[in-house]
Nanobody
Framework: QVQLVESGGGLVQPGGSLRLSCTASGNMFALRSMGWYRQAPGQQRERELVATMTNSGSTNYGDFVKGRFTISMDNGKNTLYLQMNSLKPEDTAVYYC????????????WGQGTQVTVSS
């Protein structure tokens, strides 16, 4: 069993920055990718892609990111980061960490989420 624990969320003013962290522990093997998704509050929306990184280091970002966010990974610490700059009120959401691992079959694990609120 793999556990993902997110931290770093909070309240920030528009234009500010936050750095999210996601630490993985447990039965980790055959990493395929890790990433961040978010879900806006108050509506039944699907989680949307924020950023992902494969085990080879390739990255993919949601269109709305537009150079404001950077995903990175510290393999030695089993930790995934998301540096978020120039935050906007529409970035307000619960941010979830995701891990996909496996060889023949892909297992997907989610963290519990961390709230990010952008407001003046």
């Amino acid at each position: 069993q793999v556990q993902l624990v997110e931290s770093g969320g909070g309240l920030v003013q528009p234009g500010g920055s936050l750095r999210l962290s996601c630490t993985a522990s447990g039965n980790m093997f055959a990493l395929r990718s890790m990433g961040w998704y978010r879900q806006a509050p108050g509506q039944q929306r699907e989680r949307e892609l924020v950023a992902t990184m494969t085990n080879s280091g390739s990255t993919n970002y949601g269109d709305f990111v537009k150079g404001r966010f950077t995903i990175s990974m510290d393999n030695g610490k089993n930790t995934l980061y998301l540096q978020m700059n120039s935050l906007k009120p529409e970035d307000t959401a619960v941010y979830y960490c995701n891990r996909r691992q496996g060889i023949l079959k892909t297992t997907e694990i989610w963290g519990q989420g961390t709230q990010v609120t952008v407001s003046s």
